[in-house]
């Protein structure tokens, strides 16, 4: 299929490297199911020897069932090649994902390793995976700044150790979009094989070229292109998911090329990638950014109402973007619900159907009319899976000559025990809702952003709450979601602490510095 682009998701893995980005596997199997609808063609789910909560995030994804292939990383450590087969091991299509660095500085400095030891390390790593896998990538890490001959070798003997794809990666993000052409087609014309390998570029947008790398890769003769949603992943991001699929449907008269993206599906699943990262989409991000298909200046105005070509090169519909944004209210019914979480992109089941049409009702009764920002919050949630529930929250506040002084005391279950009062004082309503939550945890605490926006229009609109905070050595996000936004706030400090219990991979006990109620 020489003209068409394999599309390799990788939000769930490296995108999740973001700062602050990290998921829980309800979120990741959210994210992966919109994934499998959007029309990927491979998820990398994960690193599943990281950690336990990796492991079981691959396994989970894995046990979905879902159309595309679902693919695990690994060092070239047999432990780490196991930990993929066994969380792989009910996917309907897998993959082995193994790399090592190629480059002179890491192999001087991290890897203290020569070429051929190197070689030989990803080919003794190719033959142990082969006892699960018949489909295995190989990728020499920050091959950008490996020299070109010794990355020439290195993949031809990947290729005669059965490596099905090569990913030839950026990991610095590097190097120029001419220099990503050269390397892929010096590849193209040097390596031997069936004509069944691919060739895979995973680009870094350290000085903004992440995209253009990859439409360079793609002329050279790259067949996969590895991507996030949104851009996201670590430092300055990933090549963007939605801009280089774009790119190619757009341009197709340049490269000729298609993929398998459903691109009526791109902005839906921007949005599902935003809300669960709490990572916003800047403005003016091509494709899925607000400002994308808005035009203010008078004569662009002019134009488009005259004919939208004048300056759209693409239609709103062609991504996804709603042609409007239906209101429900509590007399919708379920029909109409369920109608509009397809249109938003999320796939549930019936009894989570069941649950959040119970939750919309409750909502429309508090507000007048429910959008869709309203229908992403209830689907996502707000506090994480985790020992702590937050039952209740009563703040009281004074003004005193010397300021204001609030306190705050939360009433939290832990584990479905009976409730606990914890409290806190400050000098404000969220400053007492953090120092509240010090009271518990058994680590220092430091709150670095805290922002509150309105979820939609209106006075009635909900506000979302959004934290990064570090607890110990660990940096976590948290979000809340209500109509009171103190509340929210409360909220999202408890989906911290879960986070960090998740993290800490082991049960704690609650702790004693509380009223039971």
């Not at 020489?2 to 995108?15: E, H, K, M, P």
């Not at 020992?387 to 004074?398: F, G, K, M, Q």
């Not at 004082?425 to 400053?431: A, C, I, K, S």
Request: hydrophobic letters at 40%; one cysteine or more.
């Amino acid at each position: 299929m020489a003209d068409y682009v394999y599309i390799f998701d990788t939000t769930l893995r490296d995108g999740e490297q973001s700062p602050g980005c990290s998921m829980n596997v309800r979120e990741k199997l959210q994210v992966a199911r919109m994934l499998d609808e959007l029309g990927v063609d491979v998820i990398e789910a994960g690193f599943p020897a990281a950690s336990d909560g990796d492991f079981e995030s691959v396994k989970a994804v894995g046990d979905l069932g879902l159309k595309a292939t679902i693919c695990g990383l690994s060092r070239t450590r047999h432990g780490d090649i196991e930990a993929v087969a066994r969380s792989l091991d009910t996917a309907k299509k897998k993959r082995l994902h193994i790399f090592i660095a190629t480059s002179p500085i890491h192999r001087e400095f991290k890897l203290k390793m020569s070429k051929q030891q190197i070689i030989d390390e990803m080919c003794g790593a190719m033959e142990f995976g082969r006892q699960w896998f018949d489909d295995i990538e190989v990728t020499a890490e920050d091959a950008g700044r490996t020299e070109i001959d010794y990355l020439t070798e290195y993949f031809q003997a990947a290729i005669d150790a059965g490596a099905r794809v090569l990913n030839v990666p950026d990991t610095v993000g590097y190097v120029t979009p001419s220099e990503s052409r050269q390397l892929y087609q010096h590849l193209t014309d040097n390596l031997r094989h069936d004509g069944s390998v691919i060739l895979s570029c995973h680009n870094h947008n350290d000085l903004g070229l992440a995209v253009a790398n990859a439409l360079g890769a793609i002329e050279g003769g790259a067949r996969q292109v590895e991507c996030t949603v949104n851009g996201i992943g670590e430092r300055a991001g990933n090549c963007s998911l939605e801009e280089v699929v774009m790119a190619l449907r757009t341009r197709h008269d340049r490269y000729g090329l298609h993929t398998g993206i459903d691109t009526t599906r791109l902005y839906p699943a921007s949005r599902v990638v935003t809300a669960v990262t709490g990572s916003r989409v800047q403005p003016n991000k091509a494709i899925v950014g607000r400002n994308a298909f808005a035009h203010e200046a008078g004569i662009h105005q002019d134009g488009v109402l005259k004919h939208a070509e004048t300056y759209e090169i693409m239609k709103p519909e062609d991504v996804g973007v709603p042609e409007n944004s239906l209101v429900l209210g509590k007399h919708s019914g379920r029909h109409a619900f369920s109608n509009r979480l397809e249109t938003l992109g999320f796939s549930v089941d019936k009894e989570t159907m069941e649950d959040l049409f119970i939750r919309f009702k409750a909502l429309a009764d508090r507000k007048k009319s429910v959008y869709d920002e309203d229908i992403e919050a209830l689907v996502l949630g707000t506090e994480s899976s985790g020992p702590w529930h937050l039952d209740a929250i009563s703040i009281h506040t004074e003004v005193e000559e010397t300021g204001q002084s609030a306190e705050a005391s939360l009433k939290l279950r832990f584990n479905g025990q009976a409730p606990r009062i914890y409290t806190g004082r400050g000098d404000g309503p969220v400053n007492a809702i953090v120092n509240a939550i010090r009271a518990i945890l058994d680590q220092e605490l430091h709150l670095e952003e805290f922002h509150v926006s309105a979820v939609s229009s209106g006075s009635d609109a909900q506000g979302r709450a959004t934290v990064r905070a570090t607890i110990g050595a660990s940096r976590y996000k948290g979000s809340g979601v209500s109509t009171d936004i103190v509340e929210a706030s409360a909220q999202a400090m408890v989906n911290v602490m879960n986070r960090h219990h998740q993290h800490q991979g082991k049960d704690v006990n609650a702790p004693r510095v509380a009223a039971a109620v």
